[in-house]
């Protein structure tokens, strides 16, 4: 069995790069959403473990830590706190078997399983599927099962991003936004496509799709 499950307190992690390191001691770094990702691995009892750092959510979590001292002094947060943990803010610890992967493609795969509320934004608002206007059951039934293959959709979209390592460059909604401007038009009994607008050849392109 696959398998790439988050760890949180655990022993297994080593911070030593992040507590005496900098960043030369980091194995590298990715783009993910327009955030730079670094990361390195540790291996304890035979488990394969990386470690992801996104310092502009550290600088987040500790500007909340920070705030909590001043309004929350009686549940626990303290300076001496705050600097016990602000190694740890910003980062993700992730073990897997899945050895032959790199670090980018371990933490996409990981990101794509836990954004639950992604799914339900691309529901409500890529999909415009928030409402419905049905009258029968029978008819909200159709309704939702379409929906659900526009997700299923959306999300193998999201697969072939991963695969080409274009997540940085493109979302689903640019790809569905780039890809509905590749228009056809019939002229008599024959289909003839229009001029492919820039944007949405070079997507074609990078994404290895063949349209006839």
Same mark, same amino acid.
């Given at each position: ?24 001691? @980091?194995?590298?770094?990715?783009? @993910?959403?327009?955030? @730079?990702?670094? =990361?390195? /691995? ?67 795969? @990981? ?23 049905? /009258?029968?059951? =029978? ?15 959306? =999300?193998?979209? =999201? ?24 228009? /056809? ?28």
């Amino acid at each position: 069995m696959q398998y790439i499950l988050p760890l949180k307190n655990s022993n297994l992690i080593s911070y030593t790069i992040l507590k005496e390191g900098t960043k030369k001691d @980091f194995q590298g770094y990715f783009k @993910f959403k327009e955030k @730079f990702i670094w =990361y390195y /691995r540790c291996e304890k009892e035979d488990l394969l473990i990386w470690v992801f750092v996104d310092y502009s959510l550290k600088t987040e979590e500790e500007q909340d830590y920070l705030g909590r001292i001043e309004t929350h002094p009686e549940e626990g947060y303290t300076i001496k706190n705050f600097h016990q943990k602000e190694h740890t803010f910003g980062t993700i610890a992730l073990v897997t078997n899945l050895k032959e992967l790199p670090a980018s493609k371990i933490f996409q795969y @990981f990101k794509s399983r836990v954004e639950i509320e992604q799914m339900f934004d691309a529901f409500k608002n890529t999909l415009q599927s928030d409402k419905s206007y049905m /009258r029968s059951d =029978y008819s909200l039934e159709g309704w939702m099962f379409i929906n659900y293959l526009s997700l299923v959709y959306y =999300y193998k979209i =999201y697969k072939k991003l991963i695969e080409k390592d274009l997540l940085s460059r493109y979302n689903c909604s640019d790809v569905l936004l780039y890809l509905s401007k590749y228009r /056809r038009v019939k002229i008599s009994t024959h289909w003839i496509g229009l001029q492919i607008p820039k944007q949405t050849k070079k997507l074609i392109e990078d994404l290895g799709l063949h349209i006839t």
